[in-house]
């Protein structure tokens, strides 16, 4: 940390003199209190700040006021007894100031109700009326220096604590104030109270349900959070609420309550007061604003849409120069919105933890801050009002911090900066408190959703594949985007699967409906078609195959399905069609075309259905696109309009760039229905291999007939002589195998690339062979595979169609 040096440490002295000096000219106040509090986060560099003052009966030190964030964070207590042998009972009773620090905290018999950490404690008596204690935590490394010490003597000296608060007692009640007991619920309230809520004295039982029963059912939850002791802070809390009128519209009151910690044997109490807000809602505009807001946030789906809705609804009205909207994630604050959004237009603190889009703003930093989310209230400070930097700079002339309460916790918050000096009236302190109730409840709303959403997409990704292959000749990328309008996975899917001889299979499928059931489906049918291209059966037989599994499976579901097998070599494809929308083909020229083709059913419909092939010619530069409905079908317009529309698209695409061809193609979805997209370029093998195939005959001769076939290949092909011995003993050894150890037709082919030959072997027999791991030296057999592994660099086996294909590789030493 940067070391102030000796003249900003007077400076820092000299300002908070000032500061505390505004702050102490009027008179004594909770409010005054809580500013003055804050003062101990600005000066002092305390995390925490708290006053406690005698109870009711004088036994017990009792929190009276704090700041900071929660004290629940060094286990404070809310009230500590004056006989006790704790901090603050010690410093009251002695009038001397305690400082600790943690080794302090660890040892000190002292401390034992006050747990030890790395946090430093000082507790200093107050000098004003009614004494009391001021209470400050430090979570820096150095504690509380020199300064900081002179900084808490000052505010300890102005701090100045109200009187505490005691409950009214029946006719001791003031107009317009009530008193309620957080144990039992009930309620003392004077005539005037009762009369704003259409009851009288005789009329009334005594309990709050019954005030709570004639309120707005909408303000019910806002109210609850006031009138319950599990969600009331110690502190102030105001809000306003609507009652129900015998006649005409709903009326407004504004509650101001404060509650009283609670001793041994005597309950909580919430005192305060009731008062007629109607006049400060005469302003229809600012109600019309709170309904729009409301309309607004309950159509707004994500984080997002909230936040923008509360720009919208709050900037313009206010004339505000700076807004911000963040959601609370711990201690830290992750902004979503930020009105302006560039970042020279934000405090330094924001621009330094920028992180991509918008920033992650700790909270710790701004302890003001934290304490107005503590106290769970609209704050408001004025023009020229002491305030930690990252607070200050957002609205120099005026600053408003609205938590945005949600059920018993706060969901975030809304930072609103003006930077001329602003007047706050009371018709904006409503509209921002309304504003903020609904906010609140809407943005975790949102935020369950968009996690949920997440979760569906990545459920849906883990069934994709994770990466598309590197291909011979061509350029794939793939794009799958979930649906927005609601949370069932969907049952979208595709896949790149390469095959031998430089053969490639597209396929894309979408499984009827979105749910679970769905999505299994739609894995169990990307697996079962990648198991039958990979047996190299031609694409009508691979759908067939597929088609007859789902129809087996005995499920109302049905799937659509394209499957393509790209010949890299030949520049062809051949493709079959089941329910599925056709291929859009962007030629190397710019043009376009969609193939009228025969379709088959879709897969699970006819177990006995035929599915005819057709064929595509590709010329280096060719795009192939294959797309779920998702993308081109939309309520306003017809299927054929969409695929014209996407073909469109494509014809004015730089192919070059196929990753942004399909992200642009994207932009525009509608996302009512998940959506996949395959794009595939084709560019041609710049070195194509050398390939000759020998069908091996039953005959005595049949392994001499193979070695002479594959000695002319070679020399035909220009391979040396010394090469070629290598090659021979690898065909003789895996012709041998498959005519003694299988029955049916046995084929050898011969592929010449890059200096390397592949020698394959196919037969009719699905067993692999197995390399022995001992061979004894009677054995007459077994000695095969231990050659061919010898000879070549590699060898294996695969399973084809009926069959299998053993395989080695061996290289050549010369061109």
């Known amino acids: 940390m940067v070391s102030e040096g000796s003249e900003g440490r007077r400076t820092r002295t000299l300002r908070a003199e000032a500061a505390l000096k505004a702050l102490t000219t009027g008179p004594d106040s909770a409010e005054r209190t809580r500013r003055v509090l804050e003062q101990v986060l600005v000066f002092a560099g305390a995390s925490f700040a708290a006053v406690y003052t005698p109870g009711q009966d004088g036994d017990a030190l009792c929190l009276a006021e704090s700041a900071g964030v929660p004290r629940t964070l060094f286990g404070l207590r809310d009230s500590y007894p004056r006989a006790s042998h704790s901090p603050v ?7 001397s100031a305690v400082w600790l620090g943690p080794r302090e905290l660890a040892a000190d018999a002292r401390a034992r109700r006050t747990p030890a950490g790395d946090f430093f404690l000082a507790v200093l008596p107050v000098r004003g009326d009614g004494g009391g204690c001021l209470l400050a935590v430090s979570e820096r490394l150095e504690g509380f220096d020199t300064d900081d010490r002179k900084c808490l003597e000052l505010i300890s000296d102005a701090v100045g604590p109200p009187a505490p608060a005691r409950p009214a007692e029946g006719g001791d009640l003031t107009t317009g104030t009530f008193s309620l007991a957080m144990d039992t619920g009930r309620v003392e309230v004077g005539d005037d109270i009762l009369e704003l809520f259409g009851l009288t004295r005789h009329e009334f039982d005594g309990r709050v349900e019954t005030l709570l029963g004639l309120t707005v059912p909408e303000d019910l939850p806002s109210l609850m959070s006031v009138v319950e002791a599990d969600h009331m802070s110690i502190g102030d809390r105001e809000l306003e609420f609507r009652v129900l ?52 946030l309950a159509t707004a789906g994500t984080v997002r849409d909230v936040s923008q809705a509360v720009v919208s609804a709050l900037r313009k009205p206010l004339r505000a120069d700076r807004i911000a909207l963040a959601e609370l994630e711990g201690d830290r604050l992750i902004v979503t919105v930020l009105d302006p959004p560039d970042q020279e237009s934000w405090p330094e603190l924001w621009r330094m933890e920028w992180r991509s889009e918008w920033p992650d703003a700790p909270v710790r930093a701004m302890p003001t801050l934290a304490s107005a989310l503590r106290a769970g209230r609209a704050h408001i400070w004025p023009a020229g009002t002491a305030l930690e930097p990252a607070l200050a700079e957002v609205g120099p002339g005026g600053l408003a911090v609205l938590p ?34 609904l906010a609140g409840q809407a943005l975790m709303r949102a935020h369950a959703f968009d996690a949920e959403h997440e979760l569906v997409g990545m459920l849906q990704r883990q069934l994709l594949p994770r990466r598309l292959p590197k291909l011979p000749g061509a350029v794939a990328v793939a794009r799958y985007l979930p649906a927005t309008a609601g949370l069932e996975v969907g049952g979208d899917w595709y896949d790149v699967i390469p095959l031998p001889d430089n053969h490639v299979a597209l396929i894309i499928g979408d499984v009827q409906g979105h749910s679970t059931a ?8 990307r697996t079962a078609l990648r198991a039958y291209a990979v047996e190299g059966h031609p694409p009508d037989v691979v759908v067939s195959h597929a088609n007859r599994l789902l129809t087996d499976m005995e499920t109302d579901l049905f799937a659509t399905c394209c499957y393509v097998d790209v010949d890299m070599e030949e520049g062809s494809a051949w493709y079959v069609r089941a329910g599925h929308l056709p291929p859009v083909v962007r030629h190397p020229d710019g043009t376009t075309e969609v193939p009228d083709t025969d379709v088959g059913p879709p897969l699970g ?27 081109v079908e939309s309520a306003d317009a017809d299927i054929d309009v969409g695929i014209d529309r996407l073909a ?16 642009a193609l994207l932009d525009n979805a509608q996302r009512n229905d998940d959506i996949a997209l395959l794009l595939l370029r084709y560019d041609g093998m710049a070195l194509r291999p050398l390939r000759e195939s020998w069908t091996v005959w039953r005959v005595p001769e049949a392994v001499g007939h193979a070695r002479r076939f594959t000695r002319r290949t070679m020399r035909a092909w220009g391979v040396e002589r010394d090469d070629t011995d290598a090659a021979l ?39 692999t062979p197995v390399k022995p791991t001992s ?11 231990l050659l061919v592994e010898a000879m070549s660099d590699t060898w294996g086996a695969v399973p084809v169609s009926g069959g299998k294909q053993v395989w080695a590789e061996v290289p050549l030493a010369r061109p």
């Open 245 to 296: 009128q015998p006649s005409g519209p709903p009326k407004w009151l504004r509650l101001r309550g404060r509650l009283l910690p609670g001793g041994e044997g005597r309950p909580a109490q919430l005192v305060g007061s009731v008062a007629d807000a109607s006049t400060l809602r005469s302003d229809v505009t600012d109600v019309t604003r709170v309904q729009r807001l409301a309309a607004a």
């Open 605 to 631: 419909v006819v177990r006995q259905a035929d599915f005819p092939l057709s064929v595509l010619r590709l010329r280096p530069g060719t795009v192939i696109a294959l797309t779920t409905d998702g993308l």
């Open 518 to 525: 769905a999505a299994t489906l739609m894995g169990q049918m």
């Open 775 to 785: 061979i004894g030296w009677e054995a007459t057999g077994g000695r095969g595979i």
């Open 89 to 95: 009972a010690d410093a009251h009773r002695t009038g």
């Open 729 to 767: 003993l690898v065909v003789s050894e895996l012709v041998t195998n498959a005519l003694v150890h299988t029955d049916g037709q046995v084929r050898l082919d011969l592929t010449l690339l890059d200096n390397r030959l592949r020698v394959s072997v196919a037969d009719s027999s699905p067993r």
């Open 648 to 663: 469109d698209d494509l014809a004015v695409a730089d192919p070059g760039r196929l990753s942004l061809v399909a992200d």
């Open 404 to 437: 945005l309460p949600a059920g018993n916790r706060m969901a975030g918050a809304c930072l609103i900066g003006w930077d001329s000096p602003h007047d706050f009236g009371p018709d904006e302190r409503a509209l921002l408190t309304a504003s903020a109730g």
